[in-house]
């Protein structure tokens, strides 16, 4: 009887402890729904450590409490496993157990970074083995990720509109979303030579182009790319931000016509030699992904974004809407009539962004959702 109860008391049946993992947050708080969470230890101890059973005479299992070894475990499996299939499958789950978003096409791009190879490669080689070294390093960056530096980081790429683009900690990594910008920005232009009765293709001749907050200058860069004959102007306020946009746009051999300006919003480009003394340089598209998270939202953020990336890039003031009315402004100073204006949105800026354009003179004003729903872009053309 007293055993019986010890048993229950002890909670979980053997089989129960077989499906143990590692978690890395306060028991308080955990979601993983193990048990082990429920038995590591009083409510706010960390349970990133495994639980080691054992039987005493009785038959009541017991906790170890000596910490698992976590590291040499990681290192020791790494050693006897080295075929890329073995590899992949093992680094999946360690990213997995650490709750790590994505974590299979995380573990896959770590391993195609380390390798040099593409996709279609190493799922045709599933038995080709690493090198020991090449072993150690897939090992090393995946322990980096389940730390939290983003997989961009760690690689120094991310693709966006098809292309490759450098990635460091001074740029906000290029999300899919932003794409919908690419997408408006052509749209209204398409739209605007069929409104003039020309060829509904361009290749943007005579056009100019205004990037606000060009970060890695992947929307200068898709731009450019897209529209072969025009110019562009990509800012930022960040000189290590624009020297990443400079290597991009080498990259991809558009960096004779993408002119990079370190100022604050359009500011600088009310000056010499971009624009006469008296009037300024006006375009017929400006684009922007500004800043537009708001600091009373930063605990709410993934630690990957909070911790890794640049706030100046991440923060828009205390609500996040506060850049959109300074940018709007100086757009209506550099927009050309009937020049278009396309800006990225925040969640939750629609409401405090779109009086601003329905307020002063501006027309045609549009919502794009992202594929989620969400209102992502917002467009209009100057009067």
């Not at 590899?87 to 573990?107: C, D, F, M, N």
């Not at 749209?187 to 990037?211: F, M, N, P, S, Y």
């Not at 898709?222 to 930022?236: G, I």
């Not at 630690?303 to 205390?318: D, H, I, K, S």
Request: proline share 5%; aromatic share 6%.
């Amino acid at each position: 009887m007293g055993a019986e109860t010890n048993r229950r008391r002890a909670g979980a049946s053997q089989s129960d402890f077989a499906r143990l993992c590692f978690c890395r947050r306060d028991t308080s708080d955990c979601n993983c729904g193990r048990r082990h969470c429920r038995l590591s230890g009083p409510r706010g101890q960390s349970c990133d450590r495994t639980l080691r059973l054992r039987w005493n005479r009785r038959g009541v299992r017991r906790r170890s409490r000596r910490p698992a070894k976590r590291k040499s475990l990681w290192m020791n499996r790494v050693s006897e496993e080295k075929s890329i299939r073995a590899l992949l499958k093992w680094g999946i789950g360690q990213l997995r157990e650490a709750h790590v978003p994505s974590y299979t096409l995380a573990a896959e791009l770590l391993l195609l970074h380390v390798l040099g190879r593409d996709r279609t490669w190493i799922y045709s080689h599933p038995e080709e083995e690493l090198s020991a070294a090449d072993a150690g390093r897939y090992s090393a960056l995946l322990r980096r990720r389940a730390d939290g530096e983003p997989t961009q980081h760690l690689t120094g790429k991310q693709e966006f509109w098809g292309f490759e683009f450098e990635v460091t900690p001074d740029v906000l990594i290029p999300r899919p979303e932003t794409e919908h910008v690419v997408e408006v920005a052509l749209d209204r232009l398409a739209v605007r030579e069929i409104r003039a009765g020309r060829r509904q293709w361009l290749a943007g001749e005579g056009l100019r182009i205004a990037d606000v907050g060009t970060g890695s200058g992947c929307i200068a860069v898709a731009l450019a790319k897209e529209l072969p004959a025009a110019t562009l102007v990509a800012t930022d306020i960040s000189p290590a931000a624009l020297a990443i946009a400079r290597r991009n746009a080498q990259r991809h051999t558009v960096a004779t016509r993408v002119h990079f300006v370190e100022c604050n919003r359009l500011e600088g480009l009310l000056n010499p030699p971009l624009a006469t003394r008296h009037s300024p340089l006006l375009f017929d598209l400006i684009v922007s992904n500004p800043p537009y998270i708001g600091r009373r939202e930063a605990g709410t953020l993934m630690r990957e974004v909070r911790e890794y990336e640049p706030e100046v890039a991440l923060y828009g003031g205390e609500k996040g809407y506060e850049f959109y009315a300074g940018l709007i402004a100086q757009a209506a100073m550099h927009l050309k009539p009937g020049g278009i204006l396309v800006v990225e949105l925040g969640q939750d800026s629609l409401p405090a962004v779109q009086p601003l354009l329905e307020a002063s003179n501006w027309t045609n004003i549009g919502v794009t959702n992202d594929l989620a729903g969400v209102p992502r872009v917002l467009a209009a053309e100057r009067l």
